[in-house]
């Protein structure tokens, strides 16, 4: 199906939005017509949820710039209601639905069939029953949404997106967390859905399906629309260097680090999905890292890098199997405190969520992994501790009256100081990082960096997961990529250019070190 | 907050040793010079016993009569009884503190107290050692099933223990056959109601005094020796001054009216020794982070089952031994006693500024807690309130308390 010469169903005119210190949009446009299918692609952080934000009236009309013109007609959105109402639907990674409710029940929540505020099931469900047939899903409506896998989750999120007359659908991330088969189910219900005219916007990160699915591709890169073509006109090569070019050099110090013994090793590590079994989330994955060396783990959103180490660390809830080595010596990690033993640290990302204790001191997170060694096993040695939060809160510059005020009234940039001080307070001798600079300022990210650079000087191993493509190849010795839970590159620092990193992130190519 | 509160080196908290037991309070704090709990934490503890000195002026003030002149509310034949009825309260608000802190509940307390303390009172023909030894025995027991269900077996703990305060109110009903049991050893009779001989609670003021001025000046030396910059003579002083005024103050008044309660005794102990546990220790220390982010806990390497189990064993130590206080005060062990002890716990606890959330809260709020409780009991009853009133006050008390801390947090 061609273009259509007549009006869009949708155009975005030039949105901006701003959050404080972060230009999310900058002017970017977009535009989606009936019974399209247009894919939306672009680095972590590039603005693609952003965008969909806005028009889902998740971002209230008038705290972004731009147009939302739907219909030809410019449309005010105060809610997500409002854009539901004009035919919006959006179905996020993270599903939205009540596992204890069945399966009528959720697609009709807050839009019930009923009479002077008595339900009619009858209705309700045979109007549930008809919508899955159209969608040739063989699902009895009644049954409680949390006893389906989370494909046929995201195949109800649909039909309740079309059971709201949705016109406009947008897909994010919709096959991260499906199957093979289950994907071909989505692809074929996506045709159905163009067939009835539809608009779709599918945001992906994997570029084989996106070429499979859509008409046109667009395009984001640090908020601005870099380019929307037909997807005829394009291949993957050229997506990707649309998705990243861009200079990488200028931020970053060069850092050329000694590099000593392998100090870390990790064989065949496999991860499983704890919640549906037999998913592999990490497929026999291996590396090793040097003293005194940054090794940096490149991929794209569900490549399996933070599972990966909460499988090493032996903080993943699901099955992990593999060897881990260090120096030398196998070490049997069953919980994250065997893996401190060993000299192991982790700073974890979302720092509020897996990190910090926010209503208590700068002091007591940073000694919280390391109390029984700063400060004896059972009675605490309150001045030892006192003392070596002071030195670290100076050493990374932590920047707070006392090491008594309390973490959570911070800011992002200092309490990922806070968690990085809380492992170095541990001693370790391989520290991982995963995200360190998510969600921080540029001041603060530059001062992570720096100490990223004084540690692996020192001598520490670092391991280095990051969704920004210029952190990993500005800082890192070497580059691991992964997509889909395996390696499908390895680059030496002056190998990785991000074109050629980016396509094995996206399964375009291989390559071995 | 944290970018104005540069304050001056001189808007200095004073030593807070009067809240709390010496050592239960991480000192060193205000060496720095800046102290910015002090809009929250310190504003908390500082309203706490604002109310406190009210409630207990304003019974003061109701209690005047010819007999008692200045009223007899806070004169020591009537606060020292007050301060025996809070004893058993005020143990099992430590004990409770401990789980609350760690994110948990433990509904049975009161059912526990009945169960230990008559197991002791049955047992006194065994003598004194195997009546006592038991029902501390029992209590950790009890702790340890019920922490390993909440721990190991994954069970809510407000199940656990809902199911325990039925379950363990029956085996008592069951050993006892509903029977009353009298205690007839002294000594246990004592704990409970016993006073300590005058010189007794001089030497202990004397000892307490120097422990005071000890871990003051092993802190200054401490904190030297790591280079930290420790505080000046003036601080040093007033840090020594006070908390010794209070302690001859509190014996003296004891004295007064006839000797410290053993109970009071064994509350205090309780209370120094649960301070030292959550401030001082790994342990104390785990369980405020496991209550604040059990995910964040998780990660930095605490196990934190193991932790949960030893909190509930902890607790129903102290639930032992409040049992016994308790027996020995009413004299005898019915098989309903203890009945409601664990909602009077809990209300200590939040009244003395603990999150049930978990993460938040502090022994020596807890005992305030308890005493503001045992104020209000002991000054209405002295002021012949009907016992239906009595409730409904301290209910209201209850929710206001929580409803100021909600107001102030919001603000700040």
Same mark, same amino acid.
């Given at each position: 199906m061609s273009a259509n010469t007549d009006t869009p169903l949708l155009e975005m005119r030039n949105i901006e939005k701003s959050f404080p210190g972060v230009r999310a949009l900058d002017g970017v446009s977009f535009d989606l017509y009936k019974g399209e299918l247009h894919a939306l692609v672009g680095e972590n952080g590039a603005g693609k949820s952003t965008l969909m934000k806005v028009l889902a009236g998740v971002y209230p009309f008038g705290t972004y710039g731009g147009d939302v013109v739907i219909d030809g007609r410019v449309r005010q959105f105060h809610s997500v209601r409002d854009s539901e109402n004009a035919g919006v639907a959006v179905i996020f990674q993270e599903l939205s639905l009540i596992k204890e409710l069945t399966i009528g029940e959720n697609?009709?929540?807050? +839009?019930?069939?009923?009479?002077?505020?008595?339900?009619?099931w009858e209705e309700l469900y045979s109007r549930a029953q008809k919508l899955l047939d159209e969608l040739n899903l063989s699902l009895d409506p009644r049954t409680p949404v949390g006893h389906l896998g989370i494909g046929q989750q995201q195949l109800v999120e649909i039909a309740k997106a079309l059971s709201q007359e949705a016109r406009i659908l947008v897909l994010d991330e919709p096959t991260a967390a499906l199957a093979d088969a289950e994907v071909e189910t989505l692809f074929r219900i996506i045709e159905g859905l163009r067939a009835r005219g539809v608009g779709m916007i599918y945001i992906s990160h994997k570029l084989e399906e996106v070429f499979r699915v859509s008409e046109r591709i667009t395009v984001l890169r640090?908020?601005?629309?870099?380019?929307?073509?037909?997807?005829?006109?394009?291949?993957?090569? /050229?997506?990707? %260097?649309?998705?990243?070019?861009? #200079?990488?050099?200028?931020?970053?110090?060069?850092?050329?680090?000694? /590099?000593g013994d392998v100090i870390f090793e990790a064989r065949n590590v496999?991860?499983?999905?704890?919640?549906?079994?037999?998913?592999?989330?990490?497929?026999?994955?291996? =590396?090793?890292? +040097?003293?005194?060396?940054?090794?940096?783990?490149?991929?794209?959103?569900?490549?399996? +890098? %933070?599972?990966?180490?909460?499988?090493?660390?032996?903080?993943?809830?699901?099955?992990? %199997?593999?060897?881990?080595?260090?120096?030398?010596?196998?070490?049997?990690?069953? +919980?994250? %405190? @065997?893996?401190? /033993?060993?000299?192991?640290? =982790?700073?974890?990302? #979302?720092?509020?969520?897996?990190?910090?204790?926010?209503?208590?001191?700068?002091?007591?997170?940073?000694?919280?992994?390391?109390?029984?060694?700063?400060?004896?096993?059972?009675?605490?040695?309150? @001045?030892a501790e006192a003392a070596a939060g002071e030195r670290a809160k100076k050493d990374l510059r932590v920047k707070a009256n006392s090491v008594f005020t309390i973490v959570g009234t911070l800011s992002g940039g200092n309490q990922q100081k806070v968690v990085l001080a809380k492992w170095l307070l541990t001693n370790p001798r391989v520290l991982f990082l995963d995200e360190p600079t998510r969600g921080i300022d540029v001041g603060a990210k530059q001062e992570i960096y720096a100490q990223i650079n004084r540690l692996a000087r020192e001598g520490l191993a670092i391991v280095l997961v990051s969704s920004e493509l210029p952190e990993v190849l500005g800082l890192s010795d070497r580059v691991l990529v992964l997509h889909e839970g395996r390696v499908t590159g390895e680059f030496k620092r002056e190998e990785a250019t991000p074109e050629a990193v980016m396509a094995c992130a996206t399964g375009h190519t291989q390559r071995a070190a | 907050m944290s970018e104005r509160a540069n304050q001056p080196a001189t808007n200095r908290p004073p030593a807070t040793a009067d809240v709390s037991p010496p050592g239960a309070v991480p000192e060193g704090v205000e060496a720095q010079g800046q102290r910015f709990r002090l809009p929250t934490d310190s504003l908390r503890a500082y309203t706490m016993i604002f109310a406190l000195l009210a409630i207990w002026l304003f019974f003061q003030w109701k209690t005047v009569s010819p007999l008692y002149p200045y009223g007899i509310f806070l004169h020591p034949n009537n606060f020292s009884n007050l301060l025996q009825q809070m004893a058993v309260t005020g143990v099992l608000a430590v004990g409770m503190l401990l789980v609350i802190v760690a994110g948990q509940i433990d509904l049975s307390v009161g059912s526990v107290v009945g169960l230990a303390g008559g197991v002791a009172a049955m047992t006194q023909d065994y003598g004194l050692l195997a009546a006592l030894g038991l029902a501390l025995v029992v209590g950790v027991l009890v702790g340890a099933i019920q922490g390993g269900l909440i721990a190991y077996g994954n069970i809510p703990a407000f199940i656990v223990t809902l199911g325990g305060m039925l379950a363990w109110r029956g085996v008592i009903l069951g050993f006892s056959k509903g029977q009353t049991v009298p205690v007839t050893l002294p000594f246990f009779r004592w704990l409970g109601v016993g006073k300590l001989p005058q010189e007794v609670g001089a030497i202990l003021a004397v000892v307490a005094i120097a422990a005071v001025i000890f871990t003051t000046f092993t802190r200054v030396r401490a904190r030297k020796r790591h280079g930290l910059s420790a505080p000046g003579v003036g601080a040093n002083v007033l840090r020594v001054v006070v908390p010794a005024a209070l302690i001859v103050l509190f014996i003296y008044w004891m004295n007064y009216g006839g000797g410290m309660p053993v109970p009071v005794l064994v509350l205090l102990a309780v209370a120094v020794l649960g301070g030292f546990l959550t401030q001082n220790t790994t342990f104390g220390r785990y369980l405020y982070a496991i209550?604040?982010?059990?995910?964040?806990?998780?990660?930095?390497?605490?196990?934190?089952?193991?932790?949960?189990?030893? !909190?509930?064993?902890?607790?129903?130590?102290?639930?032992?031994? !409040? *049992?016994?206080?308790?027996?020995?005060?009413?004299?005898?062990?019915?098989?309903?006693?203890?009945?409601?002890?664990?909602?009077?716990?809990?209300?200590?606890?939040?009244?003395?500024? $603990?999150?049930?959330?978990?993460?938040?809260? $502090?022994? *020596?709020?807890?005992?305030?807690?308890?005493?503001?409780? !045992? *104020?209000?009991?002991?000054?209405? *009853?002295?002021l012949n309130v009907e016992n239906y009133m009595q409730y409904i006050v301290k209910g209201v008390v209850l929710v206001a308390a929580v409803g100021f801390d909600m107001l102030g947090r919001r603000k700040s």
């Amino acid at each position: 199906m061609s273009a259509n010469t007549d009006t869009p169903l949708l155009e975005m005119r030039n949105i901006e939005k701003s959050f404080p210190g972060v230009r999310a949009l900058d002017g970017v446009s977009f535009d989606l017509y009936k019974g399209e299918l247009h894919a939306l692609v672009g680095e972590n952080g590039a603005g693609k949820s952003t965008l969909m934000k806005v028009l889902a009236g998740v971002y209230p009309f008038g705290t972004y710039g731009g147009d939302v013109v739907i219909d030809g007609r410019v449309r005010q959105f105060h809610s997500v209601r409002d854009s539901e109402n004009a035919g919006v639907a959006v179905i996020f990674q993270e599903l939205s639905l009540i596992k204890e409710l069945t399966i009528g029940e959720n697609i009709f929540l807050g +839009r019930e069939p009923r009479r002077f505020g008595v339900i009619k099931w009858e209705e309700l469900y045979s109007r549930a029953q008809k919508l899955l047939d159209e969608l040739n899903l063989s699902l009895d409506p009644r049954t409680p949404v949390g006893h389906l896998g989370i494909g046929q989750q995201q195949l109800v999120e649909i039909a309740k997106a079309l059971s709201q007359e949705a016109r406009i659908l947008v897909l994010d991330e919709p096959t991260a967390a499906l199957a093979d088969a289950e994907v071909e189910t989505l692809f074929r219900i996506i045709e159905g859905l163009r067939a009835r005219g539809v608009g779709m916007i599918y945001i992906s990160h994997k570029l084989e399906e996106v070429f499979r699915v859509s008409e046109r591709i667009t395009v984001l890169r640090d908020g601005r629309t870099v380019g929307t073509q037909p997807a005829k006109e394009l291949n993957e090569a /050229r997506v990707i %260097s649309l998705m990243v070019g861009r #200079d990488v050099n200028d931020i970053f110090p060069e850092a050329e680090h000694e /590099r000593g013994d392998v100090i870390f090793e990790a064989r065949n590590v496999t991860v499983e999905d704890p919640n549906v079994a037999g998913k592999l989330l990490v497929k026999e994955v291996g =590396f090793k890292v +040097r003293r005194g060396e940054v090794l940096g783990i490149a991929g794209l959103m569900g490549a399996g +890098r %933070s599972e990966l180490l909460m499988g090493i660390f032996g903080a993943w809830p699901g099955r992990v %199997s593999g060897e881990v080595y260090v120096e030398g010596k196998k070490i049997k990690v069953s +919980r994250p %405190s @065997d893996a401190i /033993r060993q000299g192991v640290g =982790f700073v974890t990302e #979302d720092r509020k969520r897996f990190g910090l204790v926010l209503d208590q001191t700068i002091l007591n997170n940073m000694t919280l992994a390391g109390l029984k060694k700063l400060s004896g096993r059972f009675v605490t040695d309150v @001045d030892a501790e006192a003392a070596a939060g002071e030195r670290a809160k100076k050493d990374l510059r932590v920047k707070a009256n006392s090491v008594f005020t309390i973490v959570g009234t911070l800011s992002g940039g200092n309490q990922q100081k806070v968690v990085l001080a809380k492992w170095l307070l541990t001693n370790p001798r391989v520290l991982f990082l995963d995200e360190p600079t998510r969600g921080i300022d540029v001041g603060a990210k530059q001062e992570i960096y720096a100490q990223i650079n004084r540690l692996a000087r020192e001598g520490l191993a670092i391991v280095l997961v990051s969704s920004e493509l210029p952190e990993v190849l500005g800082l890192s010795d070497r580059v691991l990529v992964l997509h889909e839970g395996r390696v499908t590159g390895e680059f030496k620092r002056e190998e990785a250019t991000p074109e050629a990193v980016m396509a094995c992130a996206t399964g375009h190519t291989q390559r071995a070190a | 907050m944290s970018e104005r509160a540069n304050q001056p080196a001189t808007n200095r908290p004073p030593a807070t040793a009067d809240v709390s037991p010496p050592g239960a309070v991480p000192e060193g704090v205000e060496a720095q010079g800046q102290r910015f709990r002090l809009p929250t934490d310190s504003l908390r503890a500082y309203t706490m016993i604002f109310a406190l000195l009210a409630i207990w002026l304003f019974f003061q003030w109701k209690t005047v009569s010819p007999l008692y002149p200045y009223g007899i509310f806070l004169h020591p034949n009537n606060f020292s009884n007050l301060l025996q009825q809070m004893a058993v309260t005020g143990v099992l608000a430590v004990g409770m503190l401990l789980v609350i802190v760690a994110g948990q509940i433990d509904l049975s307390v009161g059912s526990v107290v009945g169960l230990a303390g008559g197991v002791a009172a049955m047992t006194q023909d065994y003598g004194l050692l195997a009546a006592l030894g038991l029902a501390l025995v029992v209590g950790v027991l009890v702790g340890a099933i019920q922490g390993g269900l909440i721990a190991y077996g994954n069970i809510p703990a407000f199940i656990v223990t809902l199911g325990g305060m039925l379950a363990w109110r029956g085996v008592i009903l069951g050993f006892s056959k509903g029977q009353t049991v009298p205690v007839t050893l002294p000594f246990f009779r004592w704990l409970g109601v016993g006073k300590l001989p005058q010189e007794v609670g001089a030497i202990l003021a004397v000892v307490a005094i120097a422990a005071v001025i000890f871990t003051t000046f092993t802190r200054v030396r401490a904190r030297k020796r790591h280079g930290l910059s420790a505080p000046g003579v003036g601080a040093n002083v007033l840090r020594v001054v006070v908390p010794a005024a209070l302690i001859v103050l509190f014996i003296y008044w004891m004295n007064y009216g006839g000797g410290m309660p053993v109970p009071v005794l064994v509350l205090l102990a309780v209370a120094v020794l649960g301070g030292f546990l959550t401030q001082n220790t790994t342990f104390g220390r785990y369980l405020y982070a496991i209550g604040g982010n059990p995910d964040a806990a998780r990660l930095s390497g605490i196990n934190i089952r193991q932790y949960l189990l030893a !909190a509930y064993c902890v607790l129903g130590l102290l639930v032992g031994v !409040a *049992s016994l206080l308790h027996t020995g005060r009413v004299g005898s062990a019915s098989p309903d006693a203890g009945t409601y002890m664990e909602l009077d716990a809990i209300a200590a606890c939040v009244i003395g500024g $603990t999150s049930l959330m978990g993460g938040r809260g $502090t022994v *020596s709020g807890a005992v305030v807690g308890a005493l503001i409780m !045992a *104020s209000l009991d002991n000054g209405m *009853s002295l002021l012949n309130v009907e016992n239906y009133m009595q409730y409904i006050v301290k209910g209201v008390v209850l929710v206001a308390a929580v409803g100021f801390d909600m107001l102030g947090r919001r603000k700040s």
